[in-house]
Nanobody, 115 residues
Framework: QVQLVESGGGLVQPGGSLRLSCAAS????????MGWYRRAPGKQRELVAD???????HYVDSVKGRFTISRDNAKNTVYLQMNSLKPEDTAVYYC?????????WGQGTQVTVSS
């Protein structure tokens, strides 16, 4: 059984910052990648950023230069530092863990960017 526990969402003004955290626990072997997806109202879920076990990162174009993904392998935790937030970043953010033969999702955390 694998669990992903997310934290760090909330309400922030445009231009502000938030840091999301996701801690994985349970029977975890051979993590391929951890990352963050988001689903905005009326839109499809999209990959925001991910990071492989080797440290390679990938970002959707709309967040490049503003968001930074990082991970603590010893703690099986992934972070998403979000700076210069825009109203269009408003969404439910989901943590994602990919291992050999399986994938897991967090419960989601709401991020709202509004003045």
């Amino acid at each position: 059984q694998v669990q992903l526990v997310e934290s760090g969402g909330g309400l922030v003004q445009p231009g502000g910052s938030l840091r999301l955290s996701c801690a994985a626990s349970g029977s975890i072997f051979s993590i391929n990648a951890m990352g963050w997806y988001r689903r905005a109202p009326g839109k499809q879920r999209e990959l925001v950023a991910d990071i492989t076990s080797g440290g390679t990162t990938h970002y959707v174009d709309s967040v490049k230069g503003r968001f930074t993904i990082s991970r603590d392998n010893a703690k099986n935790t992934v972070y998403l530092q979000m700076n210069s937030l825009k109203p269009e970043d408003t969404a439910v953010y989901y943590c994602h863990l990919r291992v050999i033969g399986a994938a897991y999702w967090g419960q989601g955390t709401q991020v709202t960017v509004s003045s």
